[in-house]
C-alpha cells in the first residue's frame, strides 16, 4: 500500500523533474509545496474518499488530478515521461546534497555532463566555478557529497586504494609490524575491489591482536577470521581489507602465491610443494622473471615471455619529459613558469604545455590571439632558460578538440605554430562506433596531429569510453606515424592497457601524459607507468622517455 510519504516523495520528484526541465517555476513549487503537506498529513491519503482528498490543505487544483490519477492508477503519466527523456545519470546528480535541480539543469546542459562520476571530475578540474551561480563553496560541497556517495560502490581508483593501503601499513609500521600489499594492489590494477596486505610473522592471537589495534586507528572493524587471515570492514570505507600472516619460512611463498590472479597460476602450474623461491619457479617453469604487474592472466603471461629483461620495461625514472598539461591559460591552476619548474625538479628535461583549444568554452580554451600571446611567453620562458645556461625546454602544444566531423579545431595557419598538436574528444561523447571510428581515425590523419588525447574519453568507474574500435585506430596511428596517449589521471588510464600489446606490436608509440592541471598533478604520470608495466610496455616505445636532444629530432620528424 502506498503510503503519505511514498507519495509525498513522488510529488517532490515532480517538483524537481520540473525544475530540472526548466518548466514552469511556478508549478514545481505547488508540487513541492503539496509534497510537504501530503507527508504531514495525519490520515492515510490513499484510503480517504476522492472528495475529502479535495479538501488537504495546501494542495493545488491541478494536483488534485495528479493525486487522483496516482491512486487510481499506481502512476502519473507526466512523472513517467519526465523520467524518460531524464538521463539515468543526471537523476542520481539530483541525490547529491548541496545543488538543487536547477543547478543540475546548469551543469547538464552547460557542461554535458550525465553522470556523478564526470561532475566530480569536473569539479576536481575546477569547472563549477566558473559557472553562473557556483563558487568554490558549493564545488567542495559537491565534492564531499558526490565521495561519499561513492563511498557504496565498493571499488577504489588505484590511487586511493594504494594511499590507503600505505596508511594502514604506517600503523602497523609504528607497531614494529611490517607488511605489503598483495593481489591487486601488489599488480597495480586500475580499479581495486579489495585490499589484501600480507604481515610478516605467524599467525598468533598476540600479534592477531596488534593488527587489530592497528586496523581501528585506521578506521577498520574485525568482521571475520579464519586460520591465518582476517577480514576487516569499516562503517566509513569503501572496500574491505584481507590480512594474511607468514612466517619467515613461509613469506616468500605466501607473497608469491597471493599476488598474481588465480587464472595465471593456473597457467603457469603452480605448485605450493615444490616452490623454493620466485626466480627458482620461473627458471624451474623455463620462463624468464615475470613482474608482478604481468601476472594477470595468459596473453600478459604470453607476452611476458618475450620480453628479454625486465629492465627494459618502464619505470618513473625512465621519464625524460612531461606531455599534455594544462595552465592557468585554459583551466589550470598554475602558471607555464610553475608548471615547467615542477618539472625541472622532478629531474625532467622538457614540459610541453598543451591548453585547451577554442572549442572549450567551459575550459577557457584559447582563440587565436590568446595562442599567440600565449607562444610570446613560452618563448621568453625558454631565452630565460637559455640566458641562465639551464637546457630545459617548454614545448608549445595544444590540446586542439576534435569536432563533430573529425577535423580540428583551428585553421592550418594556427596549427602550425604548434612544436606538435594533440588531438582530443572533449564533446558529443554519445555516438555509436562508427561515428566515433570516423571523428578519432580522420583527426589521425590530420597532418598535424603527432598524439591522439585519451582515446576513449573513458572515466574509469564512472563513465565508459565512447566505442571506438580499438584495432581500427591502433592500426591508422601506425600507418600515420601518430602517437598515442595513455592519459595516466586515475580516472583515466586511457588507452586501456589491455591494448599496449598490439599498439607495440604495429610500431605505436605510446606517450604517458599526466594531463596536469596543476603541479601537483604532474605526479600521475607514476599511475601511468604502473598500469603500462602490466602491459610490459618497454621504455623505448614510451615517447617521453626521449631526451631533450631525441625529442626534438622526433618533432622535426
Ligand atoms: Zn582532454
Ligand atoms: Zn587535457
Known sequence: MISNSDISDLFKLMGNLLDLHGENEFKSRSYATASFRLDKYPKPIISMPAEDRQQIEGVGKGIYAKLDELIATGTIAELDSLLAKTPKGVLEMMKIKGIGPKKVRTIWLELEIESVGELLYACNENRLVGLNGFGAKTQDAVIKSIEFMQSNSGKLHFDVAEMEARTIIKEMNAVSITAEP???????????????LLVAGGFSPILSKSVEDCMAVAGYDLHSSTENQLQFKGASKIVEVKIRFADAENYEAMKFQYTPTPEFLEVVG???????????????????FIIPEMRENKDTLAWATTIKDVENIIQF?????????????????????EMANAC????L??????????????????????????QEEINKLNQKFAASGNPFRVFKSIESDILGDGSLDYEEEILKTFDLVIASVHSNLKMDEEKANMRVIRAIENPYTRILGHPTGRLLLSRPGYPVNHKLMIDACAANNVVIELN??????????RWINYAQEKGVMISIDPDAHEIAGINDMYYGVCVARKAGLLAANVLNTKTLAEFEKWLRR
Request: hydrophobic share 35%; with cysteine; aromatic share 10%.
Open 182 to 196: 598483495l593481489a591487486e594492489l601488489a599488480r597495480r590494477c586500475e580499479i581495486v575491489n579489495e585490499i589484501e
Open 270 to 288: 603452480f605448485d605450493k610443494s615444490t616452490f623454493s623461491s620466485e626466480a627458482d619457479f620461473f627458471t624451474q617453469k623455463q620462463l624468464p
Open 317 to 337: 625514472n625512465h621519464l625524460k619529459g612531461c606531455i599534455h598539461n594544462h595552465s592557468v591559460w585554459s583551466d589550470g591552476s598554475n602558471t607555464v613558469e
Open 344 to 347: 625541472m625538479d622532478l629531474g
Open 349 to 374: 628535461e622538457y614540459f610541453v604545455i598543451s591548453d585547451h583549444s577554442k572549442t572549450a568554452v567551459y575550459a577557457n580554451g584559447l582563440q587565436v590571439d590568446r595562442i599567440l600571446k600565449q
Open 488 to 497: 595516466a589521471h586515475p580516472y583515466r588510464l586511457d588507452l586501456d592497457w
